[in-house]
């Protein structure tokens, strides 16, 4: 057996955090923590070079027997530490390293409580990298659950004024969020059979042993017609199986002939409502977006680049990776309620950010905004939108990291977020005025950036599909238009013209080392993703086209 590398890449970090937690080294925990993140970030390298991008299935997949808990009539629970990597996950764990990485060498404003700080900063790094790594339901629940109780003190102790409030909102809106995966997670794994895992307790194969479709088929078909007794079943939450609908028993409800009615919604349909709410509290979508201005204004720069940059896309993620392939004719059918959705996320962002007059509260709201392209390609059912929409997951990571960094340089200099108390700054901060034009023009959309191609694709998706109206791709393209209209003022504004200062004692020194190093990598990769999109999409290509084929249009 193979180094589990994987396993290695969620270790790392949770080690390195029970060691930031009980060992008192305050002045060299930030230089562990550092270290942490760039052994993973070797291993993430290592991961990418040795990946396979054409191939159908995930790869480095580790697997081990966890929980087996008989059911007595109802058969039997299997419950696995599976990990697998694929094109998509690859993607958001390569994403999720960098960023914590940049976050960590960012923090030197903490100083209290370094060692705990540090601690629970390499603990949500190791629940992201779990949600993104797991290939078995519970286990992705488990990560998903975890990573709150990180974030909730991060913005809890380290906070703003506020920060009792945000973080107890952040909170209870994901845990209610968490409770809808949960209700469906549950069902789902007692409606379906696992027919691995059944074959294997019927002594029909061994483990490890290849199972063909014509197996597949054949057990498919004994389950069906009541061949195999009840408590020879096995349940999973292997989330192969759960995508399979030829696995739900036909007593079910879930099951598509199943005739039963809610509110005039079947509950497969309730099935993917539930889920999908559950992680668009997450993404977040419009109206379930207001914990995350909150969250932002009070959490520490390094925090916020951690929301923005990696814990949103947690919600896409969910719905790529569970709601629609476990309920495809559902999601197919809710295709222009979910882009509508998307629409209005992205305009309500857009015009939020227009009337906001603190810096953090802006960009908050410009992730909203433009995480509703995200939302408005997935709703395309294209391969187009598909990959627009994964694309904007990369590229939002990036530059909404980029832009909580250069609030947060203002911000570390003067203890000031008001854009009307700056004017004219380009004269004294020459190098942050470069950095921040490329950050702004990128997230408005300027071709040659990386914001340009996902909103582009998402959009190019919307357009040509034939599963909703193109109003809410009209829609979507007049929120690049207030995009733009919200990040020029700021920039005319903060940037430009005569040099203002609310309080004259303020110094503005330019950028220093390590500030040139953060903002200016994250901004040569927007161009250089804007100018090679094959970078990121011939990642995703496959994931996408393997997908989208197996959809019942």
């Not at 629970?120 to 990560?143: E, H, I, P, Q």
């Not at 194969?205 to 063909?212: K, M």
């Not at 896409?316 to 559902?330: H, N, S, V």
């Not at 203002?500 to 110094?507: G, N, P, R, T, V």
Request: charged share 10%.
């Amino acid at each position: 057996m193979g180094l589990p590398l994987l396993s290695c890449i969620i270790l790392l970090p949770l080690i390195g955090s029970l060691v930031a937690a009980i060992v008192k080294w305050e002045n060299g925990i930030k230089h562990w923590a550092t270290g942490i993140s760039v052994i993973q970030l070797f291993a993430l390298i290592y991961a990418g070079t040795e990946f396979d991008q054409s191939a159908t299935s995930f790869q480095w997949k580790e697997e081990l027997q966890w929980i087996q808990l008989p059911l007595g009539s109802l058969g039997e629970f299997v419950i696995k530490y599976s990990l697998g990597i694929d094109g998509l996950s690859f993607l958001l764990i390569a994403l999720t390293g960098f960023i914590s990485f940049l976050a960590i060498i960012n923090s030197h404003s903490i100083q209290e409580k370094k060692g705990a700080y540090f601690s629970l900063v390499l603990l949500l790094n190791a629940a992201l990298m779990g949600c993104f790594l797991s290939r078995d339901l519970f286990l992705f629940y488990v990560f998903f659950e975890f990573m709150l109780l990180p974030m909730y003190f991060l913005i809890g102790i380290w906070g703003g004024p506020r920060k009792n409030y945000a973080s107890i909102k952040f909170f209870l809106y994901t845990l209610i969020g968490s409770l809808f995966i949960l209700i469906v997670m549950l069902g789902i794994s007692l409606a379906y059979i696992d027919p691995y895992e059944t074959a294997k307790h019927l002594g029909l194969i061994q483990e490890g042993q290849n199972f063909d479709l014509e197996a597949l088929k054949n057990i498919q078909t004994a389950i069906a017609n009541k061949e195999i007794a009840n408590y020879d079943l096995v349940h999973s939450f292997d989330m192969q199986a759960l995508s399979d609908v030829n696995n739900c028993q036909t007593t079910s409800i879930l099951h598509p002939n199943s005739g039963w009615l809610l509110n005039g919604m079947s509950a497969r349909m309730w099935g993917f409502w539930l889920l999908f709410i559950g992680f668009a509290i997450k993404l977040p979508m419009v109206p379930l977006h207001t914990w995350l201005p909150d969250a932002h204004v009070e959490a520490p720069t390094p925090i916020s680049v951690l929301l923005a940059g990696v814990l949103l896309k947690i919600g896409a993620y969910g719905w790529l990776r569970t709601a629609i392939p476990f309920f495809p004719k559902e999601a197919l059918e809710s295709a222009n309620i979910m882009a509508a959705l998307g629409a209005i996320s992205i305009i309500y962002g857009a015009y939020n950010a227009l009337a906001m007059s603190d810096l953090k509260k802006l960009v908050a709201y410009s992730s909203v905004s433009h995480m509703g392209f995200v939302l408005l390609g997935i709703a395309s059912f294209h391969a187009e939108g598909w990959q627009g929409a994964i694309y904007q997951l990369v590229s939002h990571g990036i530059l909404s990291s980029l832009l909580f960094l250069v609030v947060g340089v203002l911000y570390e200099r003067t203890h000031d977020r008001q854009i009307d108390h700056y004017s004219g700054i380009a004269t004294l901060m020459p190098r942050f005025t470069l950095i921040s034009g490329i950050a702004i023009f990128a997230s408005l959309g300027l071709p040659g950036f990386s914001g340009f191609i996902g909103e582009f694709f998402s959009l190019l998706g919307a357009f040509t599909s034939p599963y909703i109206h193109p109003a809410w791709a009209v829609l979507g393209a007049f929120g690049i238009l207030l995009g733009a209209g919200y990040f020029l003022w700021t920039f005319q504004k903060v940037y430009l013209g005569k040099t203002y200062l609310f309080d004259s004692q303020w110094k503005l020194p330019d950028l220093n080392r390590l500030e040139i190093f953060s903002l200016f990598s994250l901004g040569i990769l927007s161009i250089l993703f804007g100018i090679l999109p094959q970078l990121i999409l011939d990642w995703s290509k496959y994931f996408v086209s393997n997908f989208l084929t197996t959809l019942p249009y």
